[in-house]
């Protein structure tokens, strides 16, 4: 996928690493920080990735001129087996001012184990930046099912902000 190919990073090993690795860096700077301020750092570093991803699929704005299909298919692409590997994502669907993302496999949840209180900080980040850049409007995100606490998948609800007029 061009997305991942596009500019490799590294000549032998490639673009990838160990989930294992990402995983001890999200612990350690909820050990440095605390939970609460280490959320906010991964749910801030994942916004940028996010739309740094629809930035370079040349989706932003577009969310006026894709169906919510369209949009499934594009996260899934960037996002997914095919892209990242952050996460499968299986629905994205609206209700009024508020984005519903089911996905599983969620990096954040990896190697968890059952009735894990982990949250999807980084993942719920990237997907809201990757929304955000593509519907051109300012969200919030947050949490409200969870495979580690027997969900069927991790839902992220994401609310469209109002717009502040300066």
Not at 74 to 81: N, P, R, V
Not at 84 to 112: F, M, N, P, W
Not at 131 to 140: D, S, T
Request: one cysteine or more; proline letters at 1%.
């Amino acid at each position: 996928m061009a997305i991942v190919q596009q500019n490799e990073l590294r000549q032998e090993l490639g673009d990838f690493s160990s989930i294992v690795c990402l995983k001890a860096i999200v612990v350690g700077v909820e050990e440095a920080l605390g939970e609460k301020a280490a959320a906010i750092a991964m749910i801030s570093a994942g916004r940028q990735r996010g739309k740094k991803l629809a930035e370079a699929m040349d989706l932003v704005d577009k969310g006026s001129s894709l169906s919510l299909e369209e949009l499934t298919k594009q996260a899934q692409e960037a996002l997914g087996k095919d892209g990242t590997r952050l996460c499968v994502i299986d629905k994205i669907s609206q209700e009024g001012d508020v984005y519903k993302v089911s996905a599983h496999e969620t990096v954040c949840s990896a190697g968890e184990s059952p009735g894990s209180s982990r949250q999807c900080t980084f993942t719920m980040g990237a997907i809201q930046g990757f929304l955000e850049a593509f519907l051109g409007k300012r969200l919030r995100g947050t949490q409200t099912e969870s495979v580690l606490r027997g969900g069927n998948f991790d839902l992220l609800e994401y609310t469209v902000l109002p717009q502040v007029n300066h």
